[in-house]
């Protein structure tokens, strides 16, 4: 089965990208013991001051899928929606590679 | 001192993908026993069917720019190159989670 990955783009509220990147941070620290989910990192835009990118790996999308539903993720989404603006995602296959 | 990410997507010539995608991953084979690549994995596009998207992590933006340098480096820039019609960079500040 093909691994998922995906790169998704937060833009935060003016003023809120680093509260909403400590929220962020706190997911991915939740969802460490997620053996479904390889990879979790939340990055800063270098070029755009209201945006993050996190960069996803998944076992495979349903196990993406299914992540959603989990009550930490929800808490986390709960949280994280006001502070947002828009959302968009550039979903990817994952090969391989130092990382992985 | 900041780590350096990148999100890079290589555009390649018509009916090239494949190839250029395992010359990709040889690269990050080699790029295994270079400490400051954190990460390195090579994704086909789930949209674009000429696109492969590389997702960089480096200990610095310093250590990136060093690596262009390496000679494992440069003899995979010149076999893709001719394989390549385009690329792209969206460059990011990693701050941590899962895979770092």
Chains 1, 2 share one sequence.
């Not at 833009?11 to 969802?31: M, N, Q, V, Y």
């Not at 959603?68 to 990817?92: C, H, N, Q, Y």
């Amino acid at each position: 089965m093909s691994k998922y990955g995906a790169y998704v783009k937060f833009t935060a509220k003016s003023g809120e990208r680093e509260t909403l990147a400590d929220i962020l941070l706190e997911a991915a620290e939740a969802i460490r013991s997620v053996k479904e989910c390889e990879v979790y990192i939340i990055n800063l835009s270098a070029q755009e001051p209201d945006a993050i990118w996190v960069t996803e790996v998944w076992s495979s999308a349903e196990a993406h899928k299914a992540s959603l539903d989990l009550p930490d993720t929800k808490a986390a989404i709960a949280r994280a929606m006001p502070l947002i603006e828009g959302v968009e995602s550039i979903p990817v296959t994952p090969l391989g590679g130092k990382g992985l």
